[in-house]
């Protein structure tokens, strides 16, 4: 047993210039010779190939323009590429490492990413999470990082028996955690909106 | 690296989401409670980094961006070590920086402030940390900065950090201030903190020994990641049904 512990660092916002120290590119300029971005997938990654996009909106129901997200998850047979996943019985993708990071334009608002759909994810006490994507939002007038989940509105029977959809005591909520399939010319689309604050707020998680 | 959940966040020591003093708060933040999410592996888990992904001058500020000559300013050499709540070293976490020149001018196309840019200095670093959880970058100290608050609001010098942990739930991101600097008590961004202790874990404090002779002063700046609690009991957390 331990006498003491720390105390985590205390949280402060991104501010309007996150992209300076997480997105150089769309600041303005060009410093470093590998950036982080929006794209998870190469050649050789396995799984649907999906785009997953929006906007997120204040409580005015204005967009952001200046609102950076990450997103987390797992691969196409429901395994993160992360030393403590132990579901061994799944396989790891090598060409896939399961994070991302985009900002929102600067003047519509939309952020994308370029992923593959990942697999179902074993939760506590061995009960299957329905596919779903971890996203983390951070911007300007935003003090400490929201946390929320995108599930898939082509996964009705999963997400009905997912044991985090299931947490939300309003079903109307869960509405706001789907993501929505639709079929572009550029391919499979899930369509995301966040909404911060005000009618249809998205559910956003203490993890 | 633990496997087991992480210790419940102590949302008293981070700012409320709600702040009115911080005015772009008010139409950001929700409105309604958080939901209590007990942890899975989407939560323990999270984006691993390696050294070979960062190039050789990443934490170098003074030398990043410099284009004809180097960069005017105060140099400074930063560092510290980045720990959990258990107070062991967090190895191998991405510390990402970026702050603006020594005039309180950011190098982003959003920023309109009179202060010039400077032509050899870009304002944005990274590194990973060691096996003792240490990081250092080199910099030139940030100076103040006004902002549309209140009309007269100005922002103390500070470098914002953004740390990866190896949990997404560890995920964060911070501002690290001055010792000394009056601004900080005037600061809506730094007072919609609650807690004096969680905003004196913000302040960096001059630091004579590393600096280097005749080169450049030092700032010491301990970070704080959400610590794994022990798994006393095996209850299955990662579905090993």
Known sequence: MKDTYLLETASQTAGP???????????????????????????????????IEGRVFDGSGTPLRDVLLEIWQANAAGRYQHPQDHQHEKSLDNHFR???????????????????????????????MAPHVNLWIVARGINLGLHTRMYFSDEEAAN???????????????????????????????????????????????? | MSSSELYQRNRDRHPPAYSPEYKSSVLRSPRNAPISLQNS???????????????????????????QGMPIGERIIVHGYV??????????????????NAGGRYRHKKDQYLAPIDPNFGGCGRMLTDDKGYYVFRTIKPGPYPWRNRVNDWRPAHIHFSLSGDAFAQRLITQMYFEGDPLLAQCPIVRSINDDD????????????????????AYRFDLVLRGHRATLFENRLQGKA
Request: aromatic letters at 8%.
């Open chain 2, 41 to 67: 592996l989407s939560e323990i888990t999270g984006p691993v980094f390696t050294s070979n992904e960062l190039g050789p001058l990443d934490n170098d500020l003074i030398l990043n961006y410099a284009k």
């Open chain 1, 160 to 207: 009905l028996a997912d044991p985090v959809l299931n947490l939300v005591e309003q079903e109307i909520r869960r509405n706001t955690l789907i993501g929505h399939r639709k079929t572009t010319a550029e391919g499979t689309l899930y369509q995301f909106d966040i909404v911060l604050q005000g009618e249809n707020e998205t559910v956003f998680f203490d993890v």
């Open chain 1, 17 to 51: 210039y996150v992209h300076i120290g997480l997105a150089p590119h769309a600041a303005g300029f060009d410093i470093f010779e590998n950036n982080f971005g929006p794209v998870l997938t190469n050649a050789e990654t396995q799984g649907e190939r999906i785009r």
């Open chain 2, 198 to 217: 969680a905003v004196r874990s913000l302040i960096s404090v001059l630091d004579k020994s590393a600096s280097v002779q005749l080169d450049s002063l």
């Open chain 1, 98 to 128: 399961g994070w991302g990071r985009a900002c929102s334009d600067f003047t519509s608002g939309v952020y994308a990413f370029d992923t593959i759909k990942p697999g179902p994810v074993t939760g506590r006490d061995g009960r299957l």
């Open chain 2, 83 to 100: 720990r959990d709540e258990n107070g062991q070293p967090m190895r191998n976490t991405l510390v990402e920086v970026w702050q603006a």
